[in-house]
């Protein structure tokens, strides 16, 4: 086989091993997943699903960014990291106040307003544990010699597993919506959903 050809052909045993990375790292609870357990079990799965596409918007963005080699210029910048963190805690304390005051699923919600497909873009993008967990696994396999066709092929499998991880997410907190109809039950799990929100970016950003 030429050479430039050898350089493009995927190796799919790498690929394995990424898609199991991917699920292990990406796919374990931090801001965007809790959140999207939170908006399932808040909106239910149907009012729930603009949201999920706006959280896979924005987690996609990120992972062109890690792809592109733009996450490393902007991290070279210490004052840009900062303001990119202090933005990012800024918004999910708001998103994590809006879950804990949420009304149960069998009435209107203003909750509704924050989990919208802008919110859950700008979640994806703001969710530091995104960039680390993405970095991370970007770098953890080699799919191919060249260098484009690595992060093409890697692009496209990540982009893939991010649609399953967060669908998966929101499919779990949208099935336990029905019990959440209770309103003493529903506030229980809201405050819950929304310490652990808190509790899994603070450990992000300082990881």
């Known amino acids: ?74 991290l070279a910048v210490p004052v840009i990291g900062t303001v990119l963190v202090w933005i990012s805690a800024a918004y999910i304390l708001w998103l994590a106040y809006h879950i804990a005051t949420a009304a149960p699923l069998s009435e209107p919600t203003a909750a509704a307003g924050a989990f919208s497909p802008a919110g859950g873009a700008l979640l994806g993008v703001a969710n530091p544990k995104a960039w680390l967990a993405i970095a991370a696994v970007f770098a953890s396999a080699r799919l191919a010699t060249a260098a484009t066709a690595d992060a093409a092929a890697k692009v496209a499998i990540l982009t893939a597993m991010i649609v399953v991880i967060s669908t998966t997410w929101l499919v779990a907190g949208a099935t336990t919506a029905p019990l959440l109809r209770d309103p003493r039950r529903a506030r229980i799990v809201n405050i819950v959903l929304a310490v652990v929100l808190v509790a899994a970016t603070a450990l992000a950003v300082l990881h």
């Open 1 to 74: 086989m030429p050479a430039a050809l050898d350089g493009i052909a995927i190796r799919w045993g790498s690929a394995g091993s990424l898609v199991l990375i991917s699920l292990a790292i990406m796919g374990s609870p931090g801001p965007a997943t809790i959140s999207l357990v939170a908006a399932g079990s808040t909106l239910g799965l149907r009012r729930s699903v603009p949201y999920l596409l706006g959280i896979i918007v924005g987690t996609t963005a990120v992972l062109v960014a890690v792809a592109t080699g733009i996450t490393a210029a902007l």
